[in-house]
């Protein structure tokens, strides 16, 4: 468990967030103990989205460890195992890409990586994961060169992508919030905000109410900052650009609303709602986010906002948002 920076209240940087029994597998997992993991998954292959947050923490975790092949050597028909292998998998090629590794061992990881999907989706029926770590290494492939990341898209304001990816993905799980964020990041890795824009101006309308994914383009004004050469012009988004403040506050309005149906948003979608209410001066808006997440945090988008002080920036932004609420 990986405790954050900086004085004040105690915060909790954690993969698993506010899901207690995720809580108690990771950390068997990171023993090297599978047996928690295996009983959480078994548990969770009837609610989809459950399941893909679930095997994402766990295969993040796993990625890092050799457990999954001493699972392997002793279950090797594991429930859930093959998923956690692609998860893994497609973990370690993304990783080695971001690293700067050569490009000889992205490319061997990559291989590898798409093998475990390709096996993980013949061996459950109607599990998203594989099409999710198959739409995450697109990212990987910014010139398009597969047939697969350049199929057509299903809105003529669109254009070529890995569409039947996210088609499969839906299949499984209608609005599966990883899917949507995997597709977003394959247009953000190739430096394209119009389509991204484009891609969440379609999409995100018929989104159901309360869903995570009203959280998407906070993500994308994040990644606009990011990319600024003139950070400060850009930091006034938040503040001068109407239809960014009403995103902001449409988003804040989704996830009170799921709030009241015992609904949790991951810590990561709250942390980045926290930080753009905070950044638009809703101050009482942004407590009540962080006072709903505490004691946990996300690196992101603090990071992004202050690679050298995300602490600092952190507890800035909770103790001006507090003063304000009162």
Known sequence: MDVSYGPGP??????????????????????GRWWAARALLAGSWRDRALWTSRTQALGAVA????????????????????????????????????????????????????????????????DPV??????????????????EHRAGAPD??????????????????????EAFH?????????????????????????????SALHALPLYLYVDRYRRAERKE????????????????????????AALAQGVRWPVVDESHLAHALWASRQRPQAAEVFAAMSPFISAQPWQSMAADRPGDLLRQAMNQSYAVAG
């Open 10 to 31: 105690q915060l909790v940087q954690h993969p698993a967030g506010h899901d207690e029994k995720l809580r108690g597998a990771v950390e068997e997992l990171r023993a």
């Open 63 to 126: 990625a890092h460890t050799d457990v999954l092949q001493h699972w392997a050597g002793e279950e090797p028909n594991g429930f859930g195992l093959v998923t956690l292998q692609a998860r893994a998998s497609v973990e370690l090629a993304l990783m080695a890409r971001q690293s700067g590794s050569a490009p000889r061992e992205v490319a061997a990881r990559e291989h590898s990586a798409r093998g475990w999907c390709w096996q993980a989706a013949s061996t459950l029926a109607r």
């Open 130 to 147: 594989p099409w999710i770590g198959l739409l995450a290494l697109a990212q990987l492939d910014t010139g398009q060169a597969r047939p």
């Open 156 to 177: 003529q304001m669109l254009p070529p992508g890995p569409w039947a990816l996210l088609d499969q993905a839906l299949m499984a799980d209608p609005w599966n919030r």
């Open 182 to 210: 995997r597709m977003l990041r394959f247009w953000m890795a190739r430096g394209e905000s119009g389509p991204a824009i484009e891609f969440l101006a379609t999409y995100l309308p018929s989104a159901p109410g309360g």
């Open 233 to 256: 012009a850009v930091q006034m988004q938040w503040t001068d650009d109407e239809t960014v403040r009403n995103t902001v506050l449409r988003a804040f309005g989704h996830w009170q």
